[in-house]
């Protein structure tokens, strides 16, 4: 849900410091300094939790699995899309993860059995945990809007991966004439990152204003309200005026059905034909996850909020977009803020200890125009066995901002995505 309330820039900084400070306090005594820990996912949430446990007790053994000798980011990734960033800005290797002293492994899971405590890899061989780590991320539902499987994705992308499909979606803008219809087919909630597909429609626009004036932009939405609105309906106002349509549920907006070969998306109140058309499909955890017993009947895995440890499946914990985080965005930052939680629990459990209650913060940027950022921002802490927004805490930007606002909002965007990755990947 959207934080309505406001708060001032240094209340939320003040807040920030104490969220930062717990993920910083000093390391534990161990009674297992050599325990094994595997970490399967080498994107935001797994990198950095494996990175965390080396570095709040060195003599752990970590083990990162990931099958992808490249990572490819996503957040940026809309920038590819509307021809203001390169996908090589995106990608980031693990060659400096290696070198900080835990093991990386190029193999895909393929199995966990939770009572041998042991993973299967691709390539035959298996790994023995005494914690196991997922954050595989998110999978596609191809079950769930008929048509869209996966061989709908080379006609109509989702690009809700970052790579290929963030690829194929830009060359199709490119090769759209000047006058044509772009849909965004935007799913309900919970998705991976809530602003995305705003932040999308905002950035095409952006390129078809310059480029392609007389195009328009339709988002086709299953849902009637979302992450920063007022924000973004403003910027499209301001920016945008006249070229992009946001159709909500109740007007009809979801797409229950597509047809790729004529680039159709089908709802109860019509048939939408689209130039290009980015079908956004629901999600669930990335099916490691179902294997390893972690996920409910929501596809998602609900953890502790303390430990993150998983609520079905014994000393298997999950951090990032495949858990469930109650009020906690689905975001590369929610995905690094838990891992070094998830790090320390796990750290504290191995020594015989009892972990401390974290406090983790969110906060989410997105861009309507290269030089015009706007962001949400939240605190979390456990509660009633969720993770629970800090009441006051947190807070959209505002709605009344001047320009120079928004264009340092926009350096505060790019700063994060640095520093993050270099943390994560550097
Ligand atoms: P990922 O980063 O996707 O990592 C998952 C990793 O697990 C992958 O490398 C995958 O190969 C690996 N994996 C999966 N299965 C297996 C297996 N069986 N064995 C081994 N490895 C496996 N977030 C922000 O904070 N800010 C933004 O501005 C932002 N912008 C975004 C824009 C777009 C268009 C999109 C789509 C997302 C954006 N996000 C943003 C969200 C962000 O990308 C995700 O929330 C984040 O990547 C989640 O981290 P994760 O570790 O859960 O998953």
Redesign the pocket.
């Known amino acids: 849900m959207e934080i309505t309330h406001r708060i001032s820039r240094r209340e939320f900084c003040r807040v920030g410091a104490g969220a930062a400070a717990t993920a910083a306090f000093p390391p534990p005594t161990f009674a297992q300094s050599t325990a094994r820990v595997v970490v399967?996912?080498?994107?935001?949430?797994?990198?950095?939790c494996a990175r965390a446990l080396k570095q709040i007790e060195p003599k752990l053994q970590v083990t990162l699995?990931?099958?992808?000798r490249t990572?490819t980011?996503?957040?940026?990734?809309?920038n590819v899309?509307a021809g203001l960033r390169s996908l090589e800005a995106q990608q980031f290797g693990y060659d400096k993860i290696a070198a900080s002293g835990l093991t990386v492994v190029a193999?895909?899971?393929?199995a966990v059995n939770a009572a041998a405590r042991t993973v299967g890899?691709?390539d035959g061989t298996s790994l023995t945990y005494d914690r196991l780590v997922l954050?595989?991320?998110?999978d596609l539902r191809f079950d769930a809007l008929q048509g869209y499987d996966e061989a709908a994705t080379a006609k109509m992308p989702h690009?809700?991966?970052?790579g290929e499909q963030?690829l194929l979606l830009r060359k199709q803008l490119e090769a759209m004439d000047d006058g044509g219809l772009v849909v965004i087919a935007a799913p309900a909630n919970p998705f991976?990152?809530p602003?995305?597909?705003y932040?999308?429609a905002c950035l095409i626009a952006h390129y078809l204003k310059s480029k392609k004036p007389r195009s328009k932009l339709l988002i086709l939405d299953a849902k009637d309200t979302f992450s920063k609105q007022r924000l973004f309906q403003n910027a499209w106002k301001e920016l945008y005026p006249g070229m992009i349509e946001w159709v909500s549920l109740s007007q009809g907006g979801k797409v229950n059905a597509v047809d790729p070969a004529t680039n159709t998306l089908i709802t109860d109140f019509g048939n939408h034909t689209a130039q290009v058309a980015n079908v956004?499909p629901p999600q669930r955890a990335?099916?490691?996850a179902t294997?390893a017993g972690a996920t409910d009947n929501t596809g998602w895995c609900a953890i502790d909020p303390v430990t993150f440890e998983s609520k079905s499946a014994p000393n298997i914990h999950v951090?990032?977009?495949?858990?469930l985080a109650g009020g906690m965005?689905?975001?590369?930052?929610?995905?690094?803020a838990q891992?070094k939680a998830c790090a320390r629990a796990i750290a504290t459990l191995l020594s015989g200890g009892s972990p401390a209650t974290p406090k983790l913060i969110?906060?989410?940027?997105?861009l309507a125009a290269p030089d015009y950022g706007i962001s949400i921002a939240g605190v979390y802490q456990p509660k009633n066995g969720l993770l629970a927004d800090v009441e006051g805490a947190g807070g959209v930007s505002p709605a009344d901002a001047p320009r120079e606002f928004r264009a340092r909002e926009a350096d505060y965007?790019q700063s994060?995505?640095s520093t993050?990755t270099a943390e994560v990947f550097g």
């Open positions: 399967i996912g080498g994107g935001f949430g797994g990198a950095s699995v990931e099958p992808n990572f980011a996503c957040p940026f990734s809309n899309i193999q895909a899971a393929t890899l691709a954050s595989p991320g998110v690009a809700w991966k970052a963030t991976r990152c602003p995305g597909p932040e999308r956004i990335g099916r490691i294997i951090v990032g977009d495949a858990c965005p689905k975001s590369a930052f929610s995905a690094n891992a969110n906060t989410c940027y997105s965007a994060w995505f993050v």
